[in-house]
């Protein structure tokens, strides 16, 4: 199994993930990573103003250029992060944040930029993502993603993104925040992957994306769609095309009942607005039990749908790669592609 854990606080000293269960054998640089996590880097017309340089380190399980089959360590410092903002808000939880939750579930918390239900905390996944991606790479499956719709407008091309930005940055200057929806493409799967009942590829996917924290619906396919259309348009008809078999169209998404067709997995999640506004919000001093109107104060998205993209595309290929290993595609131990992906 491909499996990552990812550790550190937004305001701690630094951010990480274990990679275990990569094969031996891969070509793999702290560059690859460090040029994954470049993608990351917020636009300065919508993103937040903290710049962290993202400097990822590899703490082991590299040797001469290449993995050793044994767990890949990686270190990511912190280097830009201003707890002092945070102060006044300590005993008060945010609207829309996980302040609340948090203290209810630990009692003592890191209430410090969100701790670990911060943003911060997903380029430990992007990192673990890097390694997935070169490893997919290998066996011809490329993940890819693009925004469909950014602060209400939907986005077809790249002149209909910049007028959604445009709309995003009217709302920040009124002290809002927007969200939007980001699709996510995967392309040369093999057909096989996933498991009928427990495992289904569309569920683990589900499960990974929606672990992002911003992250609040998906949909396969035409997801919702599906509740209004007719059998026959539901329906992707399964035909013959020089010898092999295909569809004529896609609206399954890639999945049928829980494992890979072979054509493009398509996924494509609704982000929420920030919950960080400079807007008066109501909430509650938990030392004194008496409500508290507050007003957030500090660096934040004005709309993260961009840094959700890169994010969702490196949960996408750590689950993919994990049943790419699961499903005997890939040697779970040496780097050896299965002669199955040569007649996909």
């Given at each position: 199994?491909?499996?990552?854990?990812?550790?550190?606080?937004?305001?701690?000293?630094?951010?990480?993930?274990?990679?275990?269960?990569?094969?031996?054998?891969?070509?793999?640089?702290?560059?690859?990573?460090?040029?994954?996590?470049?993608?990351?880097?917020?636009?300065?017309?919508?993103?937040?103003?903290?710049?962290?340089?993202?400097?990822?380190?590899?703490?082991s399980g590299i040797f001469e250029g290449r993995t050793i089959g044994t767990p890949i360590s990686i270190l990511i410092p912190n280097g830009d992060a201003?707890?002092?903002?945070?102060?006044?808000?300590?005993?008060?939880?945010?609207?829309?944040?996980?302040?609340?939750?948090?203290?209810?579930?630990?009692?003592?918390?890191?209430?410090?930029?969100?701790?670990?239900?911060?943003?911060?905390?997903?380029?430990?996944?992007?990192?673990?993502?890097?390694?997935?991606?070169?490893?997919?790479?290998?066996?011809?499956?490329?993940?890819?993603?693009?925004?469909?719709?950014?602060?209400?407008?939907?986005?077809?091309?790249?002149?209909?993104?910049?007028?959604?930005?445009?709309?995003?940055?009217?709302?920040?200057?009124?002290?809002?925040?927007?969200?939007?929806?980001?699709?996510?493409?995967?392309?040369?799967?093999?057909?096989?992957?996933?498991?009928?009942?427990f495992g289904k590829l569309s569920a683990e996917l589900g499960a990974a994306l929606l672990g992002i924290g911003a992250v609040k619906s998906i949909d396969?396919?035409?997801?919702?769609?599906?509740?209004?259309?007719?059998?026959?348009?539901?329906?992707?008809?399964?035909?013959?095309?020089?010898?092999?078999?295909?569809?004529?169209?896609?609206?399954?998404?890639?999945?049928?009942?829980?494992?890979?067709?072979?054509?493009?997995?398509?996924?494509?999640?609704?982000?929420?607005?920030?919950?960080?506004?400079?807007?008066?919000?109501?909430?509650?001093?938990?030392?004194t039990g008496k409500p508290k109107t507050i007003e957030v104060k500090g660096r934040f998205d004005r709309n993260i749908t961009p840094r959700v993209a890169?994010?969702?595309?490196?949960?996408?290929?750590?689950?993919?790669?994990?049943?790419?290993?699961?499903?005997?595609?890939?040697?779970?131990?040496?780097?050896?592609?299965?002669?199955?992906?040569?007649?996909?």
């Amino acid at each position: 199994m491909f499996r990552v854990t990812t550790w550190g606080e937004s305001h701690g000293p630094a951010m990480g993930a274990v990679v275990d269960g990569c094969p031996a054998g891969l070509d793999l640089s702290v560059e690859e990573i460090r040029r994954e996590l470049s993608r990351d880097v917020p636009d300065r017309r919508i993103g937040t103003g903290r710049r962290e340089e993202n400097a990822a380190e590899i703490l082991s399980g590299i040797f001469e250029g290449r993995t050793i089959g044994t767990p890949i360590s990686i270190l990511i410092p912190n280097g830009d992060a201003k707890s002092c903002r945070y102060e006044p808000l300590r005993q008060t939880p945010r609207p829309g944040h996980a302040d609340y939750t948090w203290r209810v579930k630990y009692g003592h918390v890191d209430w410090r930029g969100g701790s670990r239900a911060s943003g911060r905390e997903c380029i430990s996944r992007v990192a673990a993502g890097a390694i997935a991606r070169k490893l997919l790479g290998l066996a011809g499956v490329s993940v890819g993603s693009r925004i469909v719709e950014l602060a209400g407008m939907v986005v077809e091309d790249d002149k209909g993104l910049e007028a959604a930005v445009a709309r995003a940055i009217e709302l920040a200057n009124l002290g809002e925040s927007s969200g939007g929806r980001v699709r996510v493409v995967v392309s040369g799967l093999p057909a096989g992957l996933g498991e009928p009942v427990f495992g289904k590829l569309s569920a683990e996917l589900g499960a990974a994306l929606l672990g992002i924290g911003a992250v609040k619906s998906i949909d396969i396919g035409a997801g919702r769609g599906h509740a209004a259309m007719t059998g026959s348009e539901s329906n992707d008809a399964i035909l013959v095309e020089d010898g092999r078999l295909t569809f004529g169209s896609n609206t399954a998404g890639g999945v049928l009942g829980g494992i890979s067709t072979g054509m493009d997995l398509v996924a494509t999640i609704s982000v929420k607005p920030t919950p960080s506004i400079s807007l008066p919000q109501q909430s509650v001093d938990l030392s004194t039990g008496k409500p508290k109107t507050i007003e957030v104060k500090g660096r934040f998205d004005r709309n993260i749908t961009p840094r959700v993209a890169v994010v969702a595309e490196s949960m996408a290929a750590l689950v993919l790669a994990d049943h790419m290993i699961r499903s005997g595609f890939i040697h779970g131990s040496r780097l050896e592609l299965s002669p199955l992906l040569y007649k996909k």
